[in-house]
């Protein structure tokens, strides 16, 4: 496990998780209260929280502002030539690109059948909009579980780390997803702009898959990685 910043990041993420939980089962009114509070004016709780993730969304489009490997590694700046190229390398990056292809393919299949099933359950009206937005805390949650515990797609995908990953940027449109099922401006500008940060990042990695893959990019070899993991020697 990590400790530091993304420890505390955790922490911070699991007690609002925590609250909106025993709020969401014991005093629903509350937490409603709470996203329709009137900060100034017009303004409401859930206009500031849908402008803050937006600036955080169309952050994954500046290059200088995506420094830190993992997300940041589809852009040239964080981009480090690890050799020449040669045949031989270029035979395994084929074969490393249809191994973590063929993962992302079944991690999107898993997460699409998913979101059916949260479908299945809004039909049988099991689900209200607080309990979807309840969900979407709950997997931003686990977004932040998987970069610093433990992540189980690495075992679907198989890279070694988040700053390898193959679908690292996924994990915005995964998170908002749910909110499908809540057709307005706010829900869906969120849901459109994280589906153009998977569609940058998806042309990018087609077009630059050396940059996925530390036998290209040095930036990703573990002796260059400024974090402390258990991958490390």
């Not at 993304?6 to 909106?20: H, R």
């Not at 995506?66 to 390398?89: C, H, M, Q, T, V």
């Not at 679908?167 to 459109?192: D, H, K």
Request: glycine content about 4%; aromatic content about 16%.
């Amino acid at each position: 496990m990590k400790t530091g910043k993304n420890g505390l990041e955790l922490a911070i993420k699991g007690l609002f998780l925590f609250i909106s939980l025993i709020l969401g089962i014991f005093n629903p009114d509350i937490l409603k209260r709470f996203f329709t509070y009137n900060i100034f004016s017009s303004i409401k709780t859930y206009h500031l929280l849908w402008f803050i993730t937006i600036l955080i969304l169309l952050k994954r489009f500046i290059p200088s502002l995506n420094k830190k490997i993992n997300l940041g590694k589809i852009y040239s700046r964080n981009y480090l030539e690890a050799g020449p190229d040669s045949p031989a390398k270029r035979e395994r990056l084929l074969k490393y690109m249809k191994k973590i292809n063929s993962g992302a393919i079944r991690s999107a299949i898993y997460w699409i059948l998913l979101i059916l099933t949260m479908w299945l359950w809004r039909k049988a009206q099991l689900l209200d909009d607080l309990w979807i937005f309840i969900i979407v805390i709950f997997f931003i949650f686990m977004d932040e579980f998987c970069a610093s515990v433990w992540c189980p797609f690495q075992a679907i995908i198989g890279n070694k780390c988040c700053n390898t990953c193959r679908i690292n940027n996924w994990g915005y449109l995964m998170a908002f997803s749910p909110m499908i099922f809540i057709p307005s401006f706010w829900t869906y500008s969120i849901l459109l702009i994280s589906i153009a940060a998977i569609i940058q990042w998806e042309y990018l990695y087609n077009r630059h898959p050396e940059r996925f893959y530390e036998l290209y990019n040095a930036n990703l070899m573990c002796r260059n990685c400024l974090k402390k993991c258990s991958m490390r020697a």
